[in-house]
């Protein structure tokens, strides 16, 4: 992070506000809500190792920005940068205009009454049943979050496929996973050999500038290492295995069986770049953003849809 930025987040670290220096906060009509919440999950874990603690119950709100985080941990700064264009701006003023401006937007949205919001509380595998209940109209693209990691690919193809506008072309599944590393060893840099690490070391310092010291950090060269030959091979793990009410193939599907599973067709990530949510992010191109290089993006188009 520009050592001019870290000055400014440790003032932001005393007052946790998005505001102007010019803002008065006693004349704010309340606190910024996103800055309270249940204690982390780190911190209720331990907690709940002392036997004598209950779960689940009631949690106090406490701020939950810890001080060794970076905030702004879920903000694009290379989008935030691009929008003020204005270098003499400090961190808080350039996130203070990006967000204003976002939310200004998303104001003049739903006055014209182009944005249509529905809540559902109920099992993500329901909501077929509500969607054809309701008579509700298809999608052209529905985002899954990382559902993949807890219910598995095969079942989110299966069950959101139906829910896709087909008279759109480009109408997408977009899936995502967080945790596919913590079940493929040979995925994380951390193991391996020590010689292939020098290398990757190397090639961080050489694009980043960085010290010898934080080119060690892993999440500063983990990027650097190519895993993607490791993914594809978790992609035929993830479907072979099933998911939910979905039993398990018996045998090791091919990757063309994976990229045209249920009909739909997997947008080949090694040949181009994704259309809506990049393959992966770049940790090292992004100063504020505090990301860990794991994440990995996949858009499931319609069979006809192009390359």
Known sequence: MPQADANFMRQWFKHGLFLPNSADPGSLPFDNPTLTGRPSTKYEYKQTLNPDMKSPRDYPFVYNVNTDSTPFIVWDCLRVAEFTGQCHLNVMERYHAYVTHILQQSINIIKEKRLQVGIFLANCLDFPNYHLTLSMPKYD?????????????????????????????????????????????????QNVPRVEIFRILGMCREDTGLSHKLSEDVNNHREYYNNTHWFLAYLRADIMGGGI????????????????????????????????VPFKYRVNARKITMLNGMDRNVEWCLPDNGK
Not at 173 to 185: A, S
Request: hydrophobic share 40%; proline share 5%.
């Open 245 to 276: 009410g979905i039993p398990a193939m018996d045998h090791v599907p091919k990757l063309s069986e994976v990229t045209h599973f249920n009909g739909m067709r997997m947008r080949n990530f090694r040949k181009g770049l994704n259309k809506l």
């Open 141 to 189: 693209r529905i985002f899954t979050s990382n559902l993949q990691d807890l219910i598995g690919l095969s079942r989110i193809l299966t069950t959101f496929k139906p829910l896709l506008n087909t008279d759109n072309k480009q109408s997408m599944i977009i899936t995502q996973t967080l945790n596919w590393i913590m079940h493929t060893p040979g995925a994380d840099v």
